[in-house]
Every structure is written in C-alpha cells, then in structure tokens.
C-alpha cells in the first residue's frame, strides 16, 4: 500500500526539487535548525535571568589571554637506568645473547647438558649399542652398565631388544650396456620385438653418426 | 565356474600382495578448491625434513631416506634401531625398557602392533608400564603409527615409535603399480 502511495506523491514531491536545493544551498548564511522544545525553554529562561551574559561571553577577557600567553611547554628524553646491568646476569644462568638462527640438532632434539643417574642419553645409547655389536665379549652388559651408570638388567634388555643395523647396498645389475636406457630391459620389448626394436635403434645411431 | 575363479584369483592375488601399501593414499580430497588453487606439500619429501616412514609391507618399512629396513625397528627423529620382537604379545615393560631412560623423556611413544588388536587385554597390560614412567602412550595398528609418527616428527617433537610390519595388508591397485615402477618391472607378471 505504502508503495503505491509513494508511486503517486513521489511526483508531486519532486517536483522542482533541483531548483529547490540550488536556493537553499545558494544562502550566504544558512538558517540554523530550529531548537528541541526543551532547549529552547532553557534558553529562553537564561536570557531573562542573565540577559547580559550572552555579549559578556562573546567579548575578548585580557586577562585570560594573557594567561594562556604564559603557558609554555617543553619535552626532554630523560637517561633511562640500565635495569639490567651485566653485573647482575646470573653466570650459571646466562640469557642467549646469540641471535642467529639455530642449526638443527644432530639427532632432532635438543640434548641437555647434565644428565641424572639412571638415565642416558639417545647419542649414548646408539654409541653403545654400537660398541657391542662390534665386540660383544670386550663390550658385555656389565662393562656397559658400569661405564654408563645404568642399572645392568637395563642393559641387558636394551641389548637383547634392540640392535643396530647392518646396511646392504644391491650390487649393480650386469647388462650389456650397449646404449643409454634402462639398466634392464623390459620383458615385453625383449621378447616380441625385442631385436626389431634394437635394430632400428642401432641403425638410427648409425645415421647420427 | 567364472565366478569360483574370479575369488581364487582375488585370493591369490591376496596371498601375494608383497607390495608396500603406501600412506600418502590416505590423504583426503576434501580440501580441493580448483585448478591452480590447489597446491599439496608432501611432508615426507619436504627439504631438510627429518626420518619419515614412506611404506610398509609385511616383511618392513621403506623410510623416506630410500632405505628399506626389515623387521620389527624403533625409530626415533633422526635414528632408527632394530626391535627384536616377533609378535605383539612380545611387547613388554623388557622390550620397551630403552624408552624409560631416555634423557629428555620422550614426548610420545607410539606402538605399532601390526595388525588391529581386538582384544583389550594388550592394552591393559601396557597402561600399569605407561604410568609408572610417566610415559605418553599411544598403541596403534601399524599403518595408522606410522602416519602418526610421520606427523609428530614433522612437529619437531621427540617422538619415539616402536612398529611391527603388518600380516594382513589391502593394497590398491595404484600401490601394486608403485612399487612395481620402483623396481622396474612393470611388464612382468607374478
């Protein structure tokens, strides 16, 4: 409904509209809004009590001038203290001072520096995992667990479950390597057109040459 | 008749599926959005990135430094040992003694027992050996350890993870053709 109303006066609203708003914004001074009821019952009531005080408060005051005239301010950086002066780091607790970057730690993590009794470290266990592997007899359970104060059932179950490994490299595959290609020949060439396709192959590496 | 030897074939092809199942299959597809938009970064392959497991099969693990180690290891950020152990109910408070006095403590502790224990009884055992050394522990099938290792390393953390190569093992099509392209014998049928 609203809608259709609207179709109808919008015409009749508009009408003119841009001659309107060229008068209005042509005013040398524009006429200020009219004041909230309540404001204007507050001004008149001051304007008949005081009916000075509006001229008064338009008026230059010398001697607050001359106040504010006196007004200066200065900024200044003043010497922060050291607050933490070198004398007072902790040397058996030393900050970083090292701000580079960090190479990444030999077996991924970082490993500390004091132990405590009836623990080791993974470097450790490698390393003796390693020397038994090499001379069980020399390097036994007890001789182990007395190097690195371990308690010697420990060891021995370390020992017993866990080994190094010994690595086997696969030895070249033998073939006659007549040109660059695979190190094995593929079944299906080899068996069926196995020699038409060589032939070609050597034919056109005769041509290049 | 058809039918009685398409199951044997399956079957056989069952008994012979020697080939590493990779895990990179898992990954999802769900994050796709569009061509070009998309990009994927294998952990495993990542420069400088530290031991990861690429595969397993029923006889070990291929790690992503091109080795391939056989039976039961531990494997730790950047070292791996073997595990002497045969068959789950090997796992003890003995076999698993070198992860207790590690220094650091190791964050997480993740047990590959091969193929998915049913029974619970495996897991009871270990929680007492959990607790009394304050011991992060996770038991997992294997194929699902090794992802989850693969992971927390790639976090940075000390993780540990003690794994049993699997029995039973369901390899894709893609997994077949993977591992027969590595060892060059792609035209040659089993």
């Not at chain 1, 006659?176 to 396709?197: C, E, M, Y």
């Not at chain 2, 502790?109 to 050394?133: Q, T």
Request: proline share 6%; net charge positive; aromatic share 8%.
């Amino acid at each position: 409904m609203g809608k259709i109303l609207s179709t109808i006066t919008k015409p009749v609203r508009d009408f003119n509209v841009e001659a309107r708003a060229h008068a209005v914004i042509s005013k040398e001074r524009p006429t200020a809004a009219p004041r909230y009821k309540v404001d204007q019952e507050q001004y008149k009531l001051i304007m008949k009590e005081y009916p000075d005080a509006l001229q008064e408060s338009l008026k230059k005051n010398e001697e607050l001038d001359k106040h504010l005239k006196n007004v200066f301010l200065t900024s200044y950086d003043p010497v922060v203290k050291d607050r933490n002066p070198r004398q007072n780091i902790n040397l058996e607790k030393p900050l970083p001072l090292d701000r580079s970057a960090t190479t990444p730690f030999e077996y991924g993590f970082h490993e500390p520096k004091r132990i405590p009794l009836g623990k080791i470290t993974l470097r450790k266990v490698l390393r003796f995992i390693s020397e038994h592997h090499v001379d069980s007899k020399v390097n036994n359970a007890a001789k182990i667990a007395e190097d690195y104060l371990l308690p010697e059932k420990t060891v021995e179950n370390i020992l017993k479950y866990f080994k190094m490994y010994e690595i086997y490299i696969p030895t070249e595959r033998k073939v006659k390597a007549t040109f660059a290609g695979p190190t094995v020949l593929r079944k299906q060439i080899r068996s069926s057109d196995g020699q038409k396709l060589l032939g070609t192959f050597a034919k056109n590496k005769k041509d290049m040459l | 008749m058809s039918y009685s030897i398409r199951t044997l074939i399956r079957n056989i092809t069952k008994i012979n599926s020697f080939h590493l199942r990779s895990i990179s299959k898992s990954a999802r597809v769900l994050s796709y959005d569009g061509e070009g938009k998309t990009t994927v970064n294998i952990l495993n392959n990542e420069e400088g990135v530290s031991l990861m497991i690429n595969g397993f099969s029923q006889t070990g693990f291929r790690l992503n430094n091109d080795m391939t180690v056989l039976g039961p290891m531990a494997i730790f950020p950047r070292s791996v040992l073997s595990w002497n152990v045969g068959k789950p109910d090997d796992i003890d408070e003995e076999s698993l003694c070198l992860f207790t006095v590690l220094e650091p403590k190791i964050d997480i502790l993740v047990v590959g027992v091969g193929d998915k224990v049913h029974d619970l009884s495996f897991h009871k055992k270990l929680f007492p050996f959990a607790r009394k050394h304050n011991i992060n522990l996770e038991i997992l099938p294997t194929d699902q350890a090794c992802s989850t290792f693969n992971f927390l390393n790639a976090e940075g953390r000390y993780v540990a993870a003690a794994l049993i190569p699997p029995e039973v093992i369901d390899s894709t099509d893609d997994d077949v053709l993977k591992s027969k392209m590595r060892y060059q014998s792609l035209y040659e049928t089993d």
